[in-house]
């Protein structure tokens, strides 16, 4: 049933030429605790504007680096980035409740170091987490009520890359689940692979389906999928490339064709990648570039080969997370050294984002979540 609940939810957003119709938000913020944050923040967010509201904590958390809410709108979690001795770093679950109260449920150990991605499946019974530091995947049940059982799969991976620096060992930095939800893809920063794993949604369990090699010193990242499904984008952070690659949901199987930069010609300085989203249209592309500070649109041409249409830079600053609304009018970034979020305008042309965006301060702010309320 939530499976269903969750395509229906698809076919909504998909409907009027890939965008969704206008609706008010709820933006959960994860962030970098410290000095000022303290753990998750939520703000309204209304998408016939663009407006946001004012930061409230929504609950107290130790750096709480990446979220997901399930299909059915009800449980929102967490990954703690933190490396305790044998128990790894923390993910954590919460209850949607009235007006976007977070009430906490519960919380396991990741089993492997620093926890900085998690997803849901579709289903909403699978919590999948990528531990960058412990260079390892994990998976756990989780049930109605928002309650995470113990760890179904832990997988280590192995493997080195060519940057002695950052590919000393296996760093898994994102872990999402196909459209089919048959298979969950993890890119690993140190290894330069992308490994595909079959998911068993009635026990959590992963189960290894292959890899894809990404070219040696590249440091994939983040992925994400276009909205048809077919084509699967892998955003490399070492190398400030996305790479595209065919997607079998059939086979499991993912065959590279493009790769483009996310950086202008004559940008000569140090940058390094981090997100990567599809517009709702599925037209266009975008990435985020850490030190060049800026957000890359890039069109999406013949054959689905990607070229860079424009950025996005006014107020941006270390963008690590950032997220379009399901309406396809607003690029919203997390600009983590700038303590803010920028809310951007889309050109529905051309794409590309602003020149103008409005600023709203939030502490450290590295993953943006939207949930519609219809308030």
């Known amino acids: 049933m939530k499976t269903l609940r969750w395509l229906a939810g698809l076919a909504a957003v998909m409907a009027l030429g890939g965008v969704a119709s206008a609706a008010e938000h709820d933006l959960y913020v994860g962030t970098y605790t410290g000095k000022t944050s303290k753990g998750i923040y939520k703000l309204s ?17 130790g750096s709480p680096s990446f979220l997901a809410i399930d299909p059915a ?19 954590r679950s919460f ?70 620096g950052r590919q000393e060992k296996a760093h898994a930095h994102s872990i999402n689940v196909d459209p089919s939800g048959k298979y969950a893809l993890a890119a690993d920063l140190g290894t330069d692979r992308v490994y595909v794993y079959r998911v068993d949604p009635a026990t959590a369990k992963l189960t290894a389906a292959g890899e894809a090699k990404i070219a040696p010193g590249s440091g994939p990242r983040h992925l994400c ?18 790479t595209s690659l065919r997607w079998d949901a059939s086979s499991g199987k993912l065959e590279e064709f493009d790769t483009a ?3 202008p010609a004559d940008f000569k300085g140090e940058s390094y990648t981090a997100e990567v989203v599809p517009h709702p249209t599925g037209k266009f592309i975008y990435g985020s570039n850490r030190r060049h500070d800026s957000i890359a649109a890039m069109a999406v041409g013949e054959g689905g080969k990607l070229k860079l249409a424009g950025l996005a830079r006014e107020g941006v600053k270390e963008p690590r997370n950032f997220i379009v609304d399901p309406t396809g009018k607003w690029l919203l970034v997390g600009s ?33 979540r939207l949930l519609a309320t219809g308030r």
């Open 45 to 61: 967010f209304d998408d016939a504007t663009g407006k946001l509201g004012e930061p409230e904590l929504a609950a107290e958390m």
């Open 73 to 91: 709108r009800r449980i929102l979690v967490a990954v703690g980035e933190i490396d305790r001795p044998k128990v790894g770093g923390g993910v």
């Open 95 to 164: 209850r949607i409740g009235d007006g976007g109260k977070l009430t906490p449920v519960s919380e396991q150990p990741t089993i492997g170091g620093g926890p900085c991605h998690v997803s849901i499946h579709p289903s909403g019974r699978v919590v999948l987490v990528a531990n960058y530091g412990g260079g390892s995947v994990a998976s756990f049940p989780l049930d109605a009520d928002g309650k995470l059982g113990p760890s179904a799969s832990f997988i280590q991976h192995q493997g080195t890359g060519p940057n002695q």
């Open 225 to 242: 999928f276009d909205p048809d499904g077919k084509t699967v984008r892998v955003i490399n952070e070492l190398k400030n490339t996305i």
């Open 261 to 263: 930069t996310t950086l």
């Open 336 to 368: 983590q050294n700038a303590d803010s979020i920028v809310v951007f305008p889309i050109d529905r042309e051309t794409g590309i984002p602003g020149p103008q965006g409005t600023i709203t301060k939030v502490p450290t702010p590295v993953c943006l």
